[in-house]
T-cell receptor
Framework: AQRVTQPEKLLSVFKGAPVELKCNYS??????LFWYVQYSRQRLQLLLRHISRESIKGFTADLNKGETSFHLKKPFAQEEDSAMYYCALSGLEEGNNRLAFGKGNQVVVIP | DSGVTQTPKHLITATGQRVTLRCSPR?????VYWYQQSLDQGLQFLIQYYNGEERAKGNILERFSAQQFPDLHSELNLSSLELGDSALYFC???????????????FGPGTRLTVL
């Protein structure tokens, strides 16, 4: 079974401060990990995925298989980063694309 | 704009009723996914169709069913509705679920269902 845990529901940070959203997963096979973001009144959209190893809008995330984690980080938060962030997992062995989501983190960046 | 469209935007109905939610995938996408988002359960995968065939099933109740038509649009049918079915229902689409790498899913705006 696939399980994704995002322990903190709400995270408030000051503009310019670092942001870290924690994501831990449970999956016996080879996982693909994603971060999705939902800005106010917009649809869910992909922020980044671990296989891309890229930085999007200043965010990075590293897959740590030993700790089964995929934490999202940004060194300096901006007001436009205020949004809901969801960590998601897909199992390659499944043969499909189904995503298991965490409960999400509400990020509020205080000006 | 990701191109996935969902209708209606909002739906208010009574317990015991039946509703149909509609999803049109992005042009060229063969796979459609349905997710339910509720306050207590979060975002949960319901079902996936690929080119008209059911591909994967998640936490979908027997009262719920879905199908994908030859033009690739999909419908999610919810029957004998209960108060607990009130949620946001998202549709997503992707090109191809296979190939050794997970396809990016593009989400629609969702349909908010309220059961009174």
């Amino acid at each position: 079974a696939q399980r994704v845990t995002q322990p903190e529901k709400l995270l408030s940070v000051f503009k310019g401060a670092p942001v870290e959203l924690k994501c831990n997963y449970s999956y016996s096979g080879s996982p693909e990990l994603f971060w999705y973001v939902q800005y106010s009144r917009q649809r869910l959209q992909l922020l980044l995925r671990h296989i891309s190893r890229e930085s999007i809008k200043g965010f990075t995330a590293d897959l740590n298989k030993g700790e089964t984690s995929f934490h999202l980080k940004k060194p300096f938060a901006q007001e436009e980063d205020s949004a809901m962030y969801y960590c998601a997992l897909s199992g390659l062995e499944e043969g499909n694309n189904r995503l298991a989501f965490g409960k999400g983190n509400q990020v509020v960046v205080i000006p | 704009d990701s191109g996935v469209t969902q209708t209606p935007k909002h739906l208010i109905t009574a317990t015991g009723q039946r509703v149909t939610l509609r999803c049109s995938p992005r042009s060229g996408d063969l796979s459609v996914y349905w997710y339910q988002q509720s306050l207590d359960q979060g975002l949960q995968f319901l079902i996936q169709y690929y080119n008209g065939e059911e591909r994967a099933k998640g936490n979908i109740l027997e009262r719920f069913s879905a199908q994908q038509f030859p033009d690739l649009h999909s419908e999610l049918n919810l029957s004998s509705l209960e108060l607990g079915d009130s949620a946001l229902y998202f549709c997503a689409s992707s090109v191809d679920p296979s190939g050794g790498q997970t396809d990016t899913q593009y989400f629609g705006p969702g349909t908010r269902l309220t059961v009174l």
